[in-house]
């Protein structure tokens, strides 16, 4: 990466977040801005040892939509308008069974997952010139077609892909920013623990590597892996008879 502006990753303590703040980290500010952020030991141990020439922490409730203005406001009065990246790490997968009839937790499975990513994301441009200048966000495979197995989660993924597709070219056009849009297949991690892995899964780190890989190529979205794009070219053409016999 050439440009040495501080990074914010949003959802400091998300397995992804950390992975891609270790990879900018070397001779950076580093941001980790999460809920209880006095908590976040670790995390900053791991950036610091990447090279970091600072890690602060940041108080920051995803789902408090209310408090992302006064958020980024406090973030650039206290470390300046020289940002260059703004990495939006935070998600819940939820629990599918349960969201098709308790109401509230469907509701707050798509305010994490695309609400509160709206808000965050049309704040930070609000910002302008004291924005970043590049931002990114993490959709998935599910949203490409929503399935019967995860059709919560997935109709998230899917409004979030739908707003960036408009968002980024705005962004572009109107204030010379950047938006990277990163689409993992399943990943291994905290948040799938104990669900089969299904092919063509990836590790956190891995994601991160090609994140960074596409941040320092200019490009504008990923698949992660390569071969999960073209799994999702599938997708969007399988007729609806075969498509409704697929598992998760």
Not at 117 to 124: D, G, I, K, N
Not at 148 to 167: H, I, P, T, W
Not at 233 to 243: M, N, Q
Request: proline fraction near 4%; aromatic fraction near 8%; charge should be positive.
């Amino acid at each position: 990466m050439e440009d040495t502006g501080y990074v914010v990753i949003f959802g400091g303590r998300s397995e992804i977040g950390v992975q891609v703040a270790t990879r900018l980290a070397p001779g950076r500010t580093v941001v980790l801005a999460a809920r209880r952020a006095d908590e976040l030991t670790a995390e900053v141990e791991a950036v610091r040892a990447a090279g970091a020439a600072e890690v602060h922490v940041c108080e920051f409730d995803a789902d408090d939509i209310g408090s992302h203005t006064a958020v980024l406001r406090s973030i650039v009065d206290r470390h300046g308008a020289s940002w260059s990246t703004a990495v939006l790490a935070f998600g819940v997968l939820g629990d599918q069974q349960r969201a098709e009839l308790d109401a509230a937790h469907a509701a707050a499975i798509v305010h994490t997952d695309y609400v509160a990513q709206v808000s965050l994301l049309t704040a930070l441009l609000a910002l302008s010139a004291r924005g970043p200048a590049t931002m990114v966000t993490f959709s998935s495979i599910a949203g490409v077609r929503v399935r019967r197995a995860n059709y919560v989660y997935g109709s998230a993924k899917a409004g979030l892909d739908g707003f960036c597709s408009g968002f980024a070219e705005y962004a572009r056009v109107a204030h010379h920013k950047r938006l990277l849009v990163v689409r993992p297949g399943f990943v291994v991690g905290r948040m799938t623990e104990g669900m089969a892995a299904a092919p063509f899964s990836s590790t956190p780190a891995q994601v991160a590597d090609a994140t960074v890989r596409a941040l320092a190529g200019r490009r504008r979205s990923v698949w992660v892996p390569w071969q999960v794009g073209l799994i999702a070219a599938v997708f969007r053409i399988l007729p609806g008879p075969i498509w409704r016999r697929l598992p998760r």
